[in-house]
């Protein structure tokens, strides 16, 4: 059964710090990890996407990384921001063939950057 | 703003009824999903539309239904409404391709009472 699970499910940490999420997927026929982040009752944004040949992605002060071997994924975020605060969800898609890509969705981090 | 675009924003009705949600993907994108989110869920698939055709199915209840037009928008229709049913409603949208972004839109608050 394909599934992506994610760890913490909840964080807080203090401006200025840094921290990891974790992400964990069984997924077959893996395409390509996805990292999203998600404003309260707005819609994703893509903040990395990575293939089976890379191992890290960034996207500023976001860094994401890939082991496909044991299937795990991180997002590290360096010196947070208040508007860090979000939803980090990991995507992982399975390609099926021509244009027919499967996503399957973490149920998501929630980090709390406080002052 | 990522270029796609819903409406309604917000839609309250009431149960048993029907409402169309509309979503103009980003210009070149031929691909549409629709997504389900409910309050403190994970994002729930629902289907893919790709240049007009279907291309994959999800979670989709037999009471919604979607479709993808030549101009390359497309709508989900939502009838016999229920409670449970009260959600944001996400369009996104892609280019064909296996490493492609794809780009939400902000999504229809869907309230049913």
């Known amino acids: 059964k394909n599934q992506v699970e994610q760890s913490p499910q909840s964080l807080i940490i203090l401006e200025g710090k840094n921290c990891t999420l974790q992400?964990?997927?069984?997924?077959?026929?893996?395409?390509?990890l996805r990292w999203y982040k998600q404003d309260t009752g707005r819609g994703p944004v893509s903040l990395t996407i990575m293939t089976f040949s890379e191992n890290t992605k960034s996207n500023g002060r976001y860094t994401a990384t890939l082991d496909a071997d044991t299937k795990q994924s991180s997002l590290h975020i360096t010196a947070s921001q208040l508007s860090d605060s979000a939803s980090y969800i990991c995507?992982?898609?399975?390609?099926?063939?021509?244009?027919?890509?499967?996503?399957?969705f973490g149920t998501g981090t929630l980090l709390a950057v406080q002052p | 703003d990522s270029g796609v675009t819903q409406t309604p924003k917000h839609l309250i009705t009431a149960t048993g009824q029907r409402v169309t949600l509309r979503c103009s993907p980003r210009?070149?994108?031929?691909?549409v999903y629709w997504y389900q989110q409910s309050l403190d869920q994970g994002l729930q698939f629902l289907i893919q539309y790709y240049n007009g055709e279907e291309r994959a199915k999800g979670n989709i209840l037999e009471r919604f239904s979607a479709q993808q037009f030549p101009d390359l928008h497309s709508e989900l229709n939502l009838s016999s409404l229920e409670l449970g049913d009260s959600a944001l409603y996400f369009c996104a949208s892609s280019t064909s391709g296996t490493r492609n972004t794809i780009y939400f839109g902000e999504g229809s608050w869907l309230t049913v009472v």
């Open positions: 995507v992982v898609s399975a390609h099926y063939g021509g244009a027919t890509n499967k996503l399957i």
């Open positions: 992400c964990n997927y069984t997924v077959s026929p893996f395409s390509n």
């Open positions: 210009s070149g994108d031929l691909s």
